[in-house]
């Protein structure tokens, strides 16, 4: 089941930006640049973007203590001596680890497939920048999603604030739309 959940994910991934060259050659077709975009960048854009969305598995962490407070095994983590929050944490961080790996052999073959430039900025300031964003970027959600699964305390069921944590995170991060 792991090895096709990770399968499975990378054909998502693959599904996403073979969506994007064919809805943005058809809109690249008539002009070069759209609001300073190429259809290179605009796909290069795809490729980095499925990449982030793919290595953020901290949903699994809502859902996980979801699971486990109906199913009565949250408890244990109340009776050992363990921070839950860094525990689940710890969770979501080997396996991101995991598929970042997966998912940067993925991205480097997109990019070597669809000859995409890149177009990454030499100033080490935007890089480490860039670099901060992305690393508090995942820490967040990784705290966000901790949040909401322990909702399930209080609410029996929190697929409904799930939903539009999802839809919110797509639209914030120019997931459907580029910003």
Partial sequence: AYRAEAVF??????TKIIFAYLLWGAVFESK???AGFTFQSMLLYYVISSFLSQIDLSDRISNEITVQIRNGKFSKYMVIPVNIERYF?????????FY???????????????RIPLAITTDPLISASALL???GGLV???????FLGILTLQFEEISTFLMIKDNLIQLVTGSIIPL
């Fill in 9 to 14: 994910g990378l054909l998502f991934s693959v």
């Fill in 32 to 34: 070069d640049t759209i």
């Fill in 89 to 97: 944490s710890s969770m979501e961080a080997g396996m991101m680890i």
């Fill in 100 to 114: 970042l790996i997966l998912n940067a052999v993925a991205g480097i073959f997109w990019v070597v497939l669809f």
């Fill in 133 to 135: 964003m992305i690393v």
């Fill in 140 to 146: 967040f959600m990784a705290k966000l999603n901790f």
